[in-house]
């Protein structure tokens, strides 16, 4: 044998060794590009804001952790919950929900907010409260009162026992983009989101509770083309290292600089023949003892 090709050889013998592999699913939320459950998967710009702690997806803010009900990767939505918000069938106390301004996500313009139990003297509630700007412009949407009319039928917000003219409805799609909505500067008590009617505005039992983020990707938007291969061959992308480079984790835990159809033939053919895993370390074993005796 050509000892020249050696470092080829064991280069080529790495993989096979090292097999972290990244979560394709958390829980039942299937995870994909750009988001990786976890370190040196997905996009890092995401990890921190996205991530997978025992089957559970959390979406992370300055002001909590709140679990992540559902992707809708076509999209570009990710739905939240938060375990403080009211519905129709419950109220309770909130301090609010806030999006970190430095994050790559924005409220989707099927996000609604209604704010409830707020004070009397209050009312109009201060932009300030919402996204963070101090001048004094109210911020509660008129029209909205139907949606008011309509959440007070839901017992449990009837029984708040405060007039339906501090229920403020606030749609980032109508009132600009905003980030903040502290309920304690607003002097509410709490909080509704509603990202869809299911087409009966009259009907909150069904509505869903919730809120809704787009995200991008970055600023133009483009779906990495090299991502998109790699999971059209069942890997899953990642962008790891200082130089956030590239690489695409395949499902033995191999990465490839490509995608894994490569990798894919290679894996089943080991599987049919496991003699030739155990040949190839074998051969590598005595090509290293070869190479340090030499
Ligand atoms: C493969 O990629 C994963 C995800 O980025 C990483 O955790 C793992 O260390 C990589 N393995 C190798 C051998 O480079
Ligand atoms: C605050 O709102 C006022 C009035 O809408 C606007 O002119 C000003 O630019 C805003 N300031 C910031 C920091 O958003």
């Given amino acids: 044998m050509n000892l020249n090709h050696l470092p080829l050889f064991l280069l080529f013998l790495v993989p096979l060794v090292h097999s972290q592999v990244c979560q394709r699913f958390c829980g039942d939320i299937p995870l994909r590009y750009p988001f990786g459950g976890g370190p040196g998967c997905g996009d890092p710009r995401f ?15 300055h002001t ?4 992540v009900t559902n992707i809708d990767y076509n999209k570009q939505v990710l739905y939240v ?15 609010g929900f806030s999006l970190d301004w430095d994050a ?10 209604a704010l409830l139990d707020c004070s009397l003297d209050s009312s109009p509630i201060y932009k300030g409260a919402i996204n963070g700007n101090t001048s004094n412009v109210p911020q509660c949407d008129n029209a909205g009162t139907p949606l008011c009319s309509s959440l007070y039928s839901c017992q449990p917000i009837s029984q708040l026992n405060v007039p339906i003219n501090t229920c403020c409805v606030y749609a980032p799609m109508d009132l600009g983009p905003a980030f903040e909505m502290d309920l304690q500067k607003a002097q509410c008590k709490a909080y509704t ?10 009907n909150p039992e069904v ?4 809120v809704a983020l787009k ?39 191999v990465n490839t600089s490509t995608d894994c159809y490569f990798q894919n033939s290679w894996n089943s053919g080991l599987r049919n023949a496991p003699w030739i895993k155990g ?9 290293l003892l070869l190479s340090i005796s030499l």
């Avoid at 790559?104 to 907010?113: E, G």
């Avoid at 990495?224 to 835990?253: D, R």
Wanted: aromatic letters at 18%; charged letters at 15%; a neutral charge.
């Fill in 193 to 202: 989101a509603i990202y869809s009617f299911e087409d009966q505005e009259a």
């Fill in 207 to 210: 509505w869903k509770y919730g």
């Fill in 104 to 113: 790559p996500f924005s409220f989707d313009d099927s996000s609604v907010f």
């Fill in 215 to 253: 995200y991008k990707f970055n600023v133009k938007n483009d779906y990495p083309v090299y991502c998109s291969n790699c999971e059209k061959s069942n890997g899953a992308c990642a962008y790891t290292g200082i130089y956030n480079t590239f690489v695409c984790n395949c499902p033995s835990g």
């Fill in 279 to 287: 040949t190839l370390i074998f051969y590598s074993i005595v090509l």
């Fill in 47 to 61: 990890t921190k804001h996205v991530t997978c702690n025992q089957r559970q997806l959390s979406f992370i803010t």
């Fill in 64 to 67: 909590g952790s709140y679990p």
């Fill in 81 to 95: 919950s938060d375990p403080t918000m009211s519905t129709c069938f419950c109220t309770q106390p909130s301090k």
